[in-house]
């Protein structure tokens, strides 16, 4: 009777999982969305509210997606390692795109590939000496920051000329620091591992 219990428990996980996994996924095609508007932009006030909502979609998934996890004990180290994945997707998709359109400096979403190479890396080796994947408080900030920084951004072309030229620079500036930054803490990790070898 117990091993009846227990198989229709790991029935009903799958399930869980597919639903967190398929909102965390969700990011990617949002933001290939968020691409395609921005890049057709036939209709400028249409397009930038068509825009701002599927940014704010993307977040939203970033935010509830591991809350409902938690919520329902549903959290893994695949989901831990699939979250990142798809925020690195989607955020290079909407920050080449916002680059093409001239909203940030081009060094942005190259700093953003740079960044997340080397904290891809950091998570093989620190998944390799059996440590935790799962995001850290650096990489939470950079987060924050970067899904600030792409709403900032999209709205700047009404601000920018009131406030000045200068404000481009410094938030294209301020997420390039802190992208960067957040993967110093990775790096010691990785590290440490090896060394705890």
Request: no cysteine; net charge positive.
């Amino acid at each position: 009777m117990n091993s009846k219990t227990d198989t229709g428990q790991k029935r009903s996980k799958p399930q869980g999982y597919f639903f967190i996994q398929s909102i965390t996924l969700a990011r990617i095609p949002l933001s290939i969305s968020f691409m395609i508007v921005l890049l057709l932009n036939k209709d400028g006030s249409f397009s930038l509210i068509i825009a701002l909502a599927l940014l704010i979609l993307i977040e939203a998934t970033d935010a509830f997606d591991g809350k409902i996890a938690r919520r329902f004990n549903l959290v893994s180290e695949y989901g831990a390692t699939l979250d990142p994945y798809a925020d690195s997707i989607s955020r290079l998709f909407v920050y080449v795109s916002l680059a093409s359109q001239n909203l940030v400096i081009v060094i942005v979403p190259l700093s953003m590939a740079v960044r997340d190479i080397t904290v891809a890396y950091s998570r093989i080796l620190l998944a390799q000496k059996n440590f935790s994947v799962s995001a850290r408080i650096s990489g939470k900030i950079k987060a924050t920051v970067q899904a600030t920084g792409s709403i900032l951004a999209l709205l700047g072309p009404y601000y920018w000329d009131r406030v000045g030229d200068w404000s481009f620079y410094a938030l294209s500036w301020i997420i390039i620091t802190v992208t960067l930054l957040s993967s110093i803490e990775y790096i010691k990790d990785a590290m440490r591992a090896i060394r705890q070898e």
